[in-house]
T-cell receptor, first 118, second 113 residues
Framework: AQTVTQSQPEMSVQEAETVTLSCTYD???????LFWYKQPPSRQMILVIR??????QNATENRFSVNFQKAAKSFSLKISDSQLGDAAMYFC???????????????FGKGTRLSVIA | DVKVTQSSRYLVKRTGEKVFLECVQD?????MFWYRQDPGLGLRLIYF???????EKGDIPEGYSVSREKKERFSLILESASTNQTSMYLC????????????FGPGTRLTVL
C-alpha cells in the first residue's frame, strides 16, 4: 500500500519569506498524481497544486511551486513571499493513476501546520 | 465554482444514537467521498462512491455505512454512535476519473458523549 509522510508537524515562517514543506511517499507504481491541499483554520480544504508523475516539469501556481524528485519519491512545496493568509494546515496526497474502483482514491499525509509571523 | 455543502458544522450526539451526516454537491460530480480527520492522523477515507447506488469501502469503514440514492447527495450513517467516532468529518466530490481533483465541504465536527 502507498504511504505519504510529512515529517514536519509544524513550521513557521516570517511574512514575505520563503518556506518549504517536505513530503515523501512510498509506491511501487510508475504513474500517479501528487497533490498539496491547504486547510485554513475553520475553513474548507482547497487544492493548492497538483503534479502528474509523468511530467518532468515542476508544477507552479503563482507563489506556490513544487520540487518533484521522482527517483527520491519526494514532493516538497515551496511558498514564496509568504502571506498571513498562507497560515493553514497543509496536506500532501498521493493518487494512483490506476482507475480501479476499488483503489483508494487519495492517500494523505498527516499534515504540516504552517504559522506565518508578521 | 464548485460547491460542496454539509448539513451541519457542529453536531453533538449521545452514545448509541443513529447519526446521519449529509453531503450535497452542485457540480454533477460522479465521485463522492467521506473522510474523517483527527489530529496527528491526517485524513482517512471511510467510504466513497463512484456512481449512484455504488459504494466502496475505504480504509476505515467499520462502524459506518453510506447511502447514495441521488447523484448529488452522499450520506454517512453511524448506526450506533460511539465516543471513538468523535471527529471532524469531511465530504468531497470529483469528476471521473478518480484521479481528478477533489473538492471538499466545510466539515462537520461531531462530538459523541
Amino acid at each position: 500500500a502507498q504511504t505519504v509522510t510529512q515529517s514536519q508537524p509544524e513550521m513557521s515562517v516570517q511574512e514575505a519569506e520563503t518556506v518549504t514543506l517536505s513530503c515523501t511517499y512510498d509506491t511501487s507504481e510508475s504513474d500517479y498524481y501528487l497533490f498539496w491541499y491547504k486547510q485554513p483554520p475553520s475553513r474548507q480544504m482547497i487544492l493548492v497544486i497538483r503534479q502528474e508523475a509523468y511530467k518532468q516539469q515542476n508544477a507552479t501556481e503563482n507563489r506556490f511551486s513544487v520540487n518533484f524528485q521522482k527517483a527520491a519519491k519526494s514532493f516538497s512545496l515551496k511558498i514564496s513571499d509568504s502571506q498571513l493568509g498562507d497560515a493553514a494546515m497543509y496536506f500532501c496526497a498521493y493518487r494512483s493513476a490506476r482507475h480501479d474502483p476499488g483503489n483508494t482514491p487519495l492517500v494523505f499525509g498527516k499534515g504540516t501546520r504552517l504559522s506565518v509571523i508578521a | 465554482d464548485v460547491k460542496v455543502t454539509q448539513s451541519s458544522r457542529y453536531l453533538v450526539k449521545r452514545t448509541g444514537e443513529k447519526v446521519f451526516l449529509e453531503c450535497v454537491q452542485d457540480m454533477d460530480h460522479e465521485n463522492m467521498f467521506w473522510y474523517r480527520q483527527d489530529p496527528g492522523l491526517g485524513l482517512r477515507l471511510i467510504y466513497f462512491s463512484y456512481d449512484v447506488k455504488m459504494k466502496e469501502k475505504g480504509d476505515i469503514p467499520e462502524g459506518y455505512s453510506v447511502s447514495r440514492e441521488k447523484k448529488e447527495r452522499f450520506s454517512l450513517i453511524l448506526e450506533s454512535a460511539s465516543t471513538n467516532q468523535t471527529s471532524m468529518y469531511l465530504c468531497a466530490s470529483s469528476f471521473r476519473p478518480l484521479t481528478d481533483t477533489q473538492y471538499f465541504g466545510p466539515g462537520t465536527r461531531l462530538t459523541v458523549l
